[in-house]
């Protein structure tokens, strides 16, 4: 297992750049890797589940995946227009993939065979669910991630022979819908266990030793779990609107029973102080930093975004310019060479070591709201949407003082100036349900930017919002556009090839994920 040191976690509430308090420990020291280890515990197995970089900024995932095919895909980094541009690097989708199986699927295995081994009804067994059911919130998020990328996976089978230690079983593949559908049914459950459960100080104090996300509050769990809950119903509120419809408004309308994600302070995430290697942000941008054109040019430049000074540095003119990827690649490499163009700020980026991995935060749920509120009614969209650019302005500013090693601060803005930045036409929301829906998949889409670019790459699949153009890519030998999927590992199609069949048909670039209506 390769070594990941996190030196402080930081927890608590978030005023103007403080955070409450802070824990020290090492995976390291905490994880049982089965692979090294005869005896192995539930906390160890438990806290290595979090060990995921996919999830924490790590150089590779950025490098080779995060910024060149999701930030492209989604627009939420400046890409030239070269060849072969939209095409996937298999070797790189293959990491991912590996990842996800080897990774967070096989630590729950092990998490859940531990676990089986204690007697039915015994006081161990009863507390240490706690544990399982927190690591399945977790793995069932990354779980939703994978099938957003490529639809149907292997699933339900996926693991068995860790699972059993029997025969090899090659795992077949579950819709993309019914994994979705396995995963909201459980959430559902464990969202009503956690508000019921009354567990032994033991285990919760165990836990808050282990536990690399929420430090061990069990509210915060409860709070990451009826959220993950909402985008995943809104995920599929075009596919299945009623279902949606009730899933959402079943949250939204019992906070006791379903509380969500409500503040900057409760943002899920895996933080990191001084933990991440000096060249994991830095090398991971690497080249490839410039801002986004349309983010910049249309909506944010012209808007006085006060997200702007924390988000992208000024060129050498003191001006900020995005990406346009209409001009002409000789256009956009003379731009380049010339510092015309502005690229994501070093202090709230390329060098931050404290950059956190983030999960999910308030504006995510907050713009989730306004979107509801505005389809079915139930609460004040425009108060929602307001709530959630303040709050992604807030997480922004939080995140460029998180840099305690390089650079200078940037002062968080006045209300005043905030105040206005509402009232811009661009961002101002009006009587318009089509218009309000986009200004609110436009700013949801500024927030996930480039380090939620996942999240950002499927909601414009989902919704089509923002409006981005794409120029078609003749060079391209599977498409001039960008795909709706990626493609199967070769691994997937040549040592699991009789389950591969079964979906070998959808196994295209323009095979849509099943909530994908636009």
Known sequence: ???????????????????????????????????????????????????????????????????????????????????????????????????YYTGSLARLIELEKKYNTYEDGSTSKQGYQLFLEIARIFVYDQTSQLVDMWGDIPFSTAGQLNATGGSIILASYDTDKDIYSFIATDLKRIADYLSSISVDPFYTNQLAKSDYVNDGSILKWRKYCNSLRLRLAMRTSFFDEAGSKATVQEILGNPTQYPVVDNIGEAIQILAEGSLETGDMESGFGVNSLAPGYMVEDIMNPSNDPRLPVMFSTNKKGEYHGVINTWTNARQTDSTTAGYYSRYDSVTFIKNRSFPGIILTAAEVSFIKAEAYERWGGGDAKAAYEQGIRQSIDFYYYLNQLNKSWGTHETAPAASAVNAFLLNPIVAYGADTDENLEKIGIQKWIDFGIMQSNQAWAEYRRTKYPELNFPTDASSTLSPNPPTRFLYPSTERILNAANYGVVSSKDNVTTKVFWQTK
């Open 1 to 99: 297992m390769k070594k990941y040191i996190i030196n402080s976690f930081l927890i608590g509430a978030i005023s103007a750049s403080i955070l409450a308090g802070c824990k020290k420990s090492d995976f390291d020291d905490n994880y049982n890797n089965p692979e090294k280890t005869v005896n192995s515990n539930v906390e160890g197995l438990f806290a290595g589940i979090f060990d995921n970089a996919r999830v924490m900024p790590r150089y590779w995932n950025l490098y080779t995946f995060q910024i060149p095919m999701l930030g492209a895909y989604s627009q939420t980094i400046g890409y030239s227009n070269g060849s072969k541009i939209y095409e996937q690097a298999i070797n790189y989708t293959q990491d991912r993939w590996n990842d």
